[in-house]
Each structure stands twice: as structure tokens, then as C-alpha cells.
């Protein structure tokens, strides 16, 4: 699925490594002026330069630490917030939330009731939020808010990111996140594994919320860390927030998948992207399909089919029928692999 909060977040990190890079020329610049100092008396604008630059530092540590977190937080709500939409399109009423959605979606809208002049939630009005509730509560809407999923104190890290998620429904998300990629070829990169403790394998995470929080609150002075270590905090923010954003769309297209019902198994290959299918059911082109495959854990792809044959025949649509002595194959967008099966739209 392409997220639009994922584009924000890769394009927003885009800037900030075009920032870091004007930031190292900047640093080699001091660097020379400082080589250039030691071999002849240095001028009171070179001082001057020399000690506004030692300044810096702590106020270029400041600003990073603050920039990578802001990044984070604006693409953890506003993932949520297209999590939340998608999901909406799912259920056709309230009730068809799983228990724990429907226990949190209550008591978190009471709260927002509560605090609803808070910045973040100023946008939504006092009868805006109790009539959401009511309609929820009185007339099975489906129309949940995501600010009601987001956190509600503190900062994101990385057990409050994923108790955000919980509370959508995704009660695995500790356990499952791990195996996705990339974050589980960047765990293997660094000699861990996807079995460690939650406490290592997100060390840069929650350290960056740790420090973002002590220069909020003006506690850090001179802990800083070099650019070289804050360039792979970023590097860890980007990987997490798409592995992220890879689960939630697995997540998305589980949930379409339980709701389709006509179904085949790609049991004959003809290449990659051309396949046989049987089964009772009308198939057409342009028809969307979820392609279920598993490997090291379950996976669904958004898939749709280009093109139809029937005995070698190009066709736009054919009623399929499991003991047709027809040969029906479909072109799919993507790639398939024998095994895989197929759900249609």
C-alpha cells in the first residue's frame, strides 16, 4: 500500500540529510580556519569565529535530536490517521471493531472530551467530539476518529508506539514487527537478532526520545552526541518507520482478504506473472487481487490482473468453473509464486 504519511516522513528526511551534508562542509570550514589559527596570530573576528562555533555545537545537537523526533511523531499520527481511514472502509458499523478497539475508541474519547483544548487537539469542537461519541455509542457509525489512538502523554517510543497499534487492533505487533524488512535485515546487519530484547534491538529509538525530552526540559548540557551517531539514529528512524509502515499494510490487506471469498491457488506457473486459475467464480481484467503468500511470517500484496486468456484466446471477463476442461490464464501486475494463493476482488 503506498502511505501518504511515508512519503512525508522519506521526504523530510530527504532535507534533512541535504541539512546534515551542509552541516559537515561547514564543520571542515571551522576545521581549517582553526589549522589556519595555529600557524599565525589569529585575528578577534577568527576568535570570535572560533568560539561562536564551540557555542554551536550543543545548539546543532539540539536542533537534530529535535528534528529526527518531530519527523517521527508527525508520521506516527499521521499514519495512524490513514490506518484509521482504510479501516473505516472495512467496517460497514462499529460493532464490527474487535472488543479491544471498541473498550479503548470509548475511553479515550471521553478523555479527548476532557482535554480537547489542547493543541493537538484543537481542531475538533466540544460538539463535534460528543456527537462522534454518540453516534458511535448510539447509532453503530463507523466514523472513529483517529485522535483518539494517539498518544495521550509522554513521547513516542517505542512501547507507546506499539501500544498505539494495539489499540487498532494489531495485538502482535511486539512480536510480528520484527521479522519484517528492513528492519530485519538491518538487525542482521548489526550482529542482533530479531530475538533480542526489545530494549537493545530499539536502543536508538527510545534514546533519541530520552534525549529529545531532556532538551525539552533544558537538562542536557554538553551530552551530546557526535553527528556521525546521530546520522545512525536516523538511519534506524527510517528503517523502523517503514518497516512500520510495511506491517500496518499487511495488517490493512489481511483485514480486505478475510472479507473476499472467491479463491485460487497458484498451483501452475507459466512465468511470474502469468498463472492458471480455477475455481467457480467470474473473473475480469483490471480485477484486484490479494496474493497471500508465507515465508518467515504471512504476507499480503496488492495484485490485479492486466490481462485474460481462455485457451489462448485474449478475453475481458470469463465465468470460471472448477471442472471446465478450459485452460484460464490470468496476467497479473506483480509477480506470483507456485503456492501462493489468490483472493479476488
Request: net charge neutral.
Amino acid at each position: 500500500m503506498n502511505w501518504n504519511s511515508l512519503s512525508e516522513l522519506q521526504s523530510n528526511l530527504a532535507e534533512f540529510d541535504k541539512s546534515m551534508t551542509y552541516k559537515d562542509s561547514l564543520e571542515i570550514f571551522y576545521k581549517n580556519i582553526n589549522r589556519y589559527r595555529l600557524k599565525k596570530p589569529a585575528s578577534d573576528e577568527i576568535k570570535n569565529l572560533m568560539s561562536m562555533y564551540r557555542h554551536d555545537r550543543q545548539f546543532e545537537y539540539n536542533s537534530i535530536v529535535i528534528s529526527l523526533y518531530d519527523f517521527m511523531e508527525l508520521f506516527i499520527e499521521s499514519i495512524i490517521c490513514d490506518y484509521v481511514e482504510e479501516l473505516r472502509k472495512l467496517i460497514k458499523s462499529y460493532s464490527d471493531l474487535d472488543n479491544g478497539t471498541k473498550e479503548h475508541y470509548r475511553r479515550e474519547m471521553i478523555a479527548m472530551y476532557n482535554r480537547r483544548k489542547t493543541p493537538k487537539l484543537a481542531h475538533l469542537n466540544d460538539s463535534y467530539v460528543s456527537e462522534n461519541l454518540y453516534k458511535i455509542l448510539h447509532g453503530d457509525n463507523p466514523e472513529i476518529l483517529p485522535e483518539a489512538f494517539f498518544q495521550s502523554g509522554g513521547n513516542y517510543n517505542f512501547k507507546e508506539i506499539t501500544a498505539c497499534f494495539k489499540s487498532l487492533g494489531c495485538t502482535n505487533i511486539k512480536s510480528e514487527i520484527r521479522l519484517y524488512d528492513p528492519l530485519r535485515s538491518y538487525f542482521t546487519s548489526m550482529g542482533t537478532s530479531p530475538s533480542d530484547k526489545d530494549e537493545d534491538l530499539y536502543q536508538k529509538l527510545d534514546d533519541l526520545v530520552s534525549r529529545r525530552n531532556e532538551i525539552a526540559h533544558g537538562s542536557n548540557k554538553g551530552n551530546i552526541l557526535s553527528k556521525t551517531i546521530l546520522k545512525q539514529y536516523k538511519v534506524f528512524l527510517k528503517v523502523f518507520c517503514e518497516t512500520l509502515a510495511s506491517y500496518l499494510s499487511d495488517s490493512i490487506l489481511k483485514k480486505k482478504w478475510d472479507t473476499l471469498t472467491y479463491e485460487a491457488r497458484c498451483s501452475h506457473l507459466f512465468t511470474n506473472n502469468r498463472v492458471q486459475i480455477k475455481g467457480d467464480f467470474p473473473v475480469f481484467k483490471n480485477m484486484n487481487v490479494i496474493q497471500y503468500r508465507i515465508g518467515l511470517k504471512p504476507e499480503y500484496i496488492e495484485n490485479t490482473i492486466k490481462g485474460l486468456s481462455v485457451n489462448g484466446i485474449d478475453t475481458e471477463e470469463y465465468l470460471s468453473q472448477q471442472n471446465s476442461p478450459d485452460t484460464l490464464v490470468a496476467y497479473l501486475e506483480n509477480r506470483v509464486q507456485r503456492g501462493n494463493l489468490l483472493r479476488f476482488d
